[in-house]
């Protein structure tokens, strides 16, 4: 069954770096997410994409984090310099169609920011 | 106006009990209702969800309940065996809010043998 991957599935940082979380979608999605969840607390939203472009983000996607999905099959979620508070799972998610369908999502990559 | 609040926040059954989490919204925009179960180390997956065309839905152990008029919804685990020991989220969207889904806070569940 096709699947969502990531890499790395974990990330030790300094405060302040630049860090690059990496997902392939499953092939024949058109559209990808990226959620985040702290530990023990409940998954956010952060931005959806689609057609190379964002299409929707929340008030947490600030300048500091950007997206990108550089050839057909990854799709990357950067943070620019990061935070202690940055430290959380991310998963990526992919959906076929946009509204009301399936979002599939990945195992996550947990960030750790020192 | 978009959030989703779910109870209880834990729930602890024994073998072959029902297991009920709920969950209420606000936004009247959102008409798709899913539940997403995760194990530790795992992303969500999901595992049932509604329209609000239907008040129930039924995938084999599993049942979504839907209020509209209440902005309710509920899951029910028929027969609750160990490996549905799990963490459990409801989530909502709309169109009119996007493809985001706006997730609860979460239930651990846990299922005694």
């Known amino acids: 069954e096709p699947e969502v991957t990531q890499t790395p599935s974990h990330q030790v940082t300094q405060m302040g770096q630049e860090v690059i979380l990496r997902c392939v979608p499953i092939s024949n999605h058109l559209y990808f997410y990226w959620y985040r969840q702290i530990l023990g607390q409940k998954v956010e939203f952060l931005v959806s994409?689609?057609?190379?472009?964002?299409?929707?983000k929340s008030e947490i996607f600030d300048d500091q984090f950007s997206v990108e999905r550089p050839d057909g099959s990854n799709f990357t979620l950067k943070i620019r310099s990061t935070k202690l508070e940055d430290s959380a799972m991310y998963f990526c998610?992919?959906?076929?169609?946009?509204?009301?369908?399936?979002?599939?999502f990945g195992p996550g990559t947990r960030l750790t920011v020192l | 106006q978009q959030q989703v609040k779910q109870s209880p926040q834990s729930l602890i059954v024994q073998k072959g009990g029902i297991s009920i989490i709920n969950c209420a919204y606000e936004n009247t925009a959102f008409d798709y209702f899913p539940w997403y179960q995760q194990f530790p180390g795992k992303g969500p997956a999901l595992l049932i969800a509604?329209?609000?065309?239907?008040s129930e839905k039924k995938e084999g152990r599993f049942t979504i309940s839907f209020n509209k008029s209440a902005k309710q919804f509920s899951l029910h685990i028929m027969d609750s065996q160990p490996g549905d020991s799990a963490t459990y989220f409801c989530a909502a969207s709309g169109k009119t809010s996007g493809s985001r889904l706006t997730f609860g806070e979460g239930t651990q569940l846990t299922v005694n043998p």
């Open positions: 509604i329209r609000p065309d239907v």
């Open positions: 994409f689609y057609n190379n472009e964002i299409s929707e």
């Open positions: 998610a992919s959906s076929e169609d946009w509204w009301g369908d399936t979002q599939y």
